[in-house]
């Protein structure tokens, strides 16, 4: 590596840092401008986009309809992150973290918050008491693998993701870095879905809805166009477990969910009922 740096003896933010998402990058919090959310007909209103995150939410969501929840109706608002749309004042009232996904129960006496993935996931699982194992080591392992998750993912999406796919500029050390780390993680859900059929064990639960769009979409070369590189088809238990969920179709419609990238036809920008996802258009998507 050349023209190695040297860190001041404080660190000031003078410039943009250059990158895929220089222009949202801030080193303070807060909501830059007021802008307020949008409610639709279901208690449940949801504000995100369909990055790995987000993804997870949707499944959940869509895997409780499919199940005959009907309580789990859902409004699903996109939220531009790359246009920052997530420091609105709006969605800074449920997240001050300005991350996305984002969740507001308004079925309480008063509307309930909730923000982080993960904490969406429990919060819903444990409200229709569905997909998420009510006590003793069952429980437990469904937790430990989500956490594990919520954990692991930020080398995958912050390191790997940003140096190999996002950064201006190429360097080796940081690729290799988190691509060592990356692979890591593959080979422990390879190791670990070759002897059961599931995350947690032999049900499916809220750990594989977490734990699919991260590692999931990367067994089956989605993520960052970097399959080749990581060889991720050698990670065969982990890809057969990928295409088995990918075959689920509530896994497949909460994917499309607030998607702005790929095929139009994968795409649905926001989604207030059912019937959205058989009457999109193209029209529907701009």
Not at 176 to 203: I, P
Request: net charge negative.
């Amino acid at each position: 590596m050349t023209n190695p740096y040297t860190p001041p003896a404080v660190w000031t933010w003078e410039a943009p840092s250059g990158g895929r998402f220089a222009n949202i990058n801030r080193p303070v919090a807060g909501a830059t401008h007021d802008k307020a959310l949008p409610v639709g007909p279901h208690p449940l209103q949801l504000y995100s986009m369909g990055t790995p995150n987000g993804v997870k939410v949707t499944i959940l969501l869509e895997e409780l309809l499919a199940a005959g929840h009907t309580g789990a109706e859902y409004d699903a608002w996109l939220i531009k992150i790359h246009e920052g749309e997530q420091f609105g004042s709006g969605f800074v009232a449920i997240n001050p973290n300005s991350k996305i996904p984002a969740l507001v129960d308004h079925s309480t006496p008063t509307p309930t918050r909730v923000f982080e993935s993960g904490a969406i996931l429990v919060y819903l699982a444990e409200k229709f008491d569905a997909f998420l194992p009510r006590s003793g080591t069952a429980r437990t392992e469904c937790l430990n693998w989500l956490f594990w998750q919520m954990g692991s993912a930020p080398f995958v999406g912050g390191g790997f993701g940003h140096f190999y796919a996002y950064a201006p500029e190429k360097f080796e050390y940081p690729i290799n870095r988190y691509a060592m780390e990356t692979k890591r993680q593959l080979d422990v859900l390879d190791q670990l879905l070759a002897r059961q059929a599931f995350v947690a064990g032999d049900t499916y639960t809220i750990a594989d809805m977490a734990i699919w769009p991260w590692y999931g979409q990367m067994a089956r070369g989605e993520l960052y166009e970097a399959g080749t590189f990581l060889q991720v088809h050698t990670y065969t238990h982990l890809l057969r477990w990928a295409n088995a969920l990918w075959e689920r179709p509530a896994v497949r419609r909460g994917r499309m969910v607030n998607r702005v990238r790929g095929p139009l036809e994968e795409q649905l920008h926001e989604r207030h009922d059912a019937s959205d996802f058989e009457l999109r258009t193209q029209d529907k998507l701009t």
